[in-house]
C-alpha cells in the first residue's frame, strides 16, 4: 500500500449535527457506534467503538469525542485535526453487536499485523453475539480503507 494516493476531501455542510464524525444520518440511536480514523497524511486508520451512554447511565459526549488512543491524541495535538477524517461505519442497537463489529472489523483487516492500521491489539468477546455486523458496515469499512472520498456524503 506505499503507493496510495490521498484524495482532497471535499468539505460540506453536515445535513446533521454529528459533531466532526461523518455519518450520512442522524446519530445517537442504539448502544453506541464503530469508526474509523483516517490519517491522510500518513496513510493510516485507526478503528474503535464508542457508546452513547455509559455503563452508570449517564449520557456521554459522543459529539466531541476523537479516541482512547493517547498516541492519535498526541498527533491531533501536533498535527491537527483537519489531516484526519472521522468516519462512523454505522450504529449498533446492541453492546454484544457493537463489540463483535469492531472485534471482526479488526481481524478483517488483520491490524496487529499491519503497519496501515495504528491498532495493536484485539478485544476478545466473551459474551453470546446477538447482532451481526450490518452490511452498511462492511460497505462503509472498504470504502474507507480504500481511501475513497465519498461514503454516501458521509
Avoid: Q
Amino acid at each position: 500500500m506505499s503507493d496510495i494516493s490521498v484524495p482532497g476531501v471535499k468539505k460540506k455542510r453536515a445535513l446533521y449535527h454529528n459533531g466532526h464524525w461523518k455519518f450520512p444520518k442522524k446519530m445517537g440511536n442504539g448502544v453506541g457506534f464503530i469508526y474509523v480514523i483516517r490519517d491522510n497524511a500518513l496513510k493510516r486508520f485507526y478503528l474503535g467503538k464508542k457508546l452513547y451512554i455509559s455503563n452508570s447511565g449517564k449520557k456521554l459526549n459522543w459529539k466531541y469525542y476523537k479516541s482512547s488512543s493517547t498516541l492519535l491524541h498526541d498527533m491531533f495535538e501536533a498535527r491537527g485535526e483537519n489531516e484526519f477524517d472521522f468516519i462512523v461505519l454505522d450504529e449498533y442497537k446492541t453492546r454484544s453487536g457493537l463489540s463483535y463489529a469492531e472485534t471482526w472489523s479488526l481481524c478483517f483487516v488483520d491490524s496487529p499485523l499491519s503497519n496501515t492500521w495504528f491498532n495493536t491489539r484485539i478485544e476478545r468477546i466473551t459474551w453470546n453475539v446477538t447482532e451481526p455486523v450490518t452490511d452498511t458496515h462492511k460497505r462503509r469499512l472498504h470504502r474507507s480503507i480504500a481511501l475513497e472520498n465519498s461514503l454516501e456524503e458521509y
